[in-house]
């Protein structure tokens, strides 16, 4: 049994303790909004916080994951309301298949909780989540307007 926290969220899992943290959170829990993308944590789809750190969910055990705050892209709603960089998003018209984009909202939020004002450097270093529509001028758009705001 794996005691995790997701979201703020109590959850008791029975499952093997190699299973991908991915699996756990879409199949075991039920939040579809982190994706599974390549399987070897190259391309980001499943980034999540992971104590406050963008961390690639398909390559962590999630006996890596017990006792530890895990967010995923569900969290970042408050009361009806999206995050900044949801907003942003939406604003620059980043997505366009969208299946990158919700690793790539929590790997800015992550990159953007511990470096208010990155520079394109930080931005580029942080954010290496894979896009393949190509919406990487959108999505550094997006993130400059957060910055600005």
Not at 11 to 20: H, I, L, M, R
Not at 70 to 86: A, D, H
Request: with cysteine.
């Amino acid at each position: 049994m794996a005691n995790l926290n997701i979201n703020g969220k109590k959850y008791a899992v029975d499952v093997d303790p190699d299973t991908p943290l991915l699996w756990v959170i879409r199949e075991q829990v039920g939040l579809t909004g982190t994706k599974y993308g390549c399987g070897i944590g190259a391309c980001g789809a499943c980034t999540v916080l992971f104590e406050g750190q963008a961390m690639r969910s398909c390559s962590l055990p999630v006996s890596a994951a017990e006792g530890k705050k895990i967010e995923t892209i569900e969290s970042l709603e408050k009361s009806g309301q999206l995050s900044k960089i949801q907003k942003a998003w939406v604003e620059k018209q980043v997505p366009q298949c969208g299946y990158c984009q919700s690793g790539m909202v929590m790997a800015t939020t992550a990159l953007l909780r511990n470096n208010p004002k990155p520079s394109d450097e930080e931005i580029s270093a942080s954010v290496s989540n894979i896009c393949r529509c190509g919406t990487f001028q959108q999505v550094r758009d997006a993130i400059h307007a957060v910055i600005k705001a």
